[in-house]
């Protein structure tokens, strides 16, 4: 089975704090994707890797950078937490081609305070 | 820059009977692919079905079928002999060559007994 293992599944931070976000997957595949879950918004992309190293900015990048130093890893940084990043946060990641299945992290429930 | 629209943000079905879900999308892109993907209150997100933008025919998957429009740029999901299980947010995607995946806002479909 493919998995996308997000490290937390629920995590409470204050305010200025800097935040990390990690996802992992075990299926070698080039993307990866970080998008943010809220009611009547949907899910917006804040940004995508399609390699090592390589990343780029989706709708939403502001307070947000990524990094992805190892193809089976993509770490999501909050800056400088604020209580509107208050979301849900989707990890995915998917093969090389247009066509293929993304598969999901269970999500993290990030509440700032 | 690709859109992805749901209009419709909550619908209600019988069980056993048929439901229709809409999504229309923007893009100047030839090439593409479509997706439904289903978000049970579990969080899990997974997929439901596919469409290439090139096959005239609509895809189809057991209960779960399209109607693909691409002069008019629509990719609705039926559900025929909806079942408690089907309960869940639907998301439309979108992905081409640049292997960006784009959500729309979301269904939330409730079976009723």
């Known amino acids: 089975d493919v998995k996308v293992t997000q490290s937390s599944r629920y995590l409470v931070k204050r305010t200025g704090e800097k935040v990390f976000l990690e996802c992992v997957q075990d299926m070698d595949h080039e993307n990866m994707f970080w998008y943010r879950q809220d009611p009547g918004l949907g899910l917006r992309l804040i940004y995508f890797s399609y390699d090592v190293k390589m990343k780029e900015k989706g709708d939403i990048p502001e307070g947000y950078s990524v990094s992805r130093e190892k193809k089976e890893r993509f770490s999501l940084i909050l800056e400088s937490a604020s209580t509107n990043q208050t979301s849900m946060y989707l990890c995915?990641?998917?093969?090389?081609?247009?066509?293929?299945?993304?598969?999901f992290g269970q999500g993290t429930r990030l509440t700032v305070v | 820059a690709q859109t992805v629209t749901q209009s419709q943000p909550e619908m209600s079905v019988q069980e056993a009977e048929t439901v229709t879900l809409s999504c229309t999308y923007d893009?100047?892109?030839?090439?593409?692919?479509l997706f439904w993907y289903k978000q049970p209150p579990s969080r899990q997100m997974i997929l439901v079905i596919r469409?290439?933008?090139?096959?005239?025919q609509n895809a189809t998957e057991n209960r779960f079928s399209v109607n693909f429009q691409k002069a008019a740029k629509s990719f609705s999901l039926k559900i025929s002999d909806s079942q408690l299980g089907d309960t869940a947010m639907y998301f439309c995607?979108?992905?081409?060559?640049?292997?960006?995946?784009?959500f729309g806002t979301g269904t939330l479909l409730a079976v009723q007994p």
């Open positions: 995915a990641s998917r093969g090389g081609r247009m066509n293929t299945e993304a598969f």
């Open positions: 893009t100047s892109e030839n090439n593409y692919y």
């Open positions: 469409q290439e933008a090139y096959k005239q």
């Open positions: 995607a979108f992905s081409s060559a640049t292997n960006k995946l784009i």
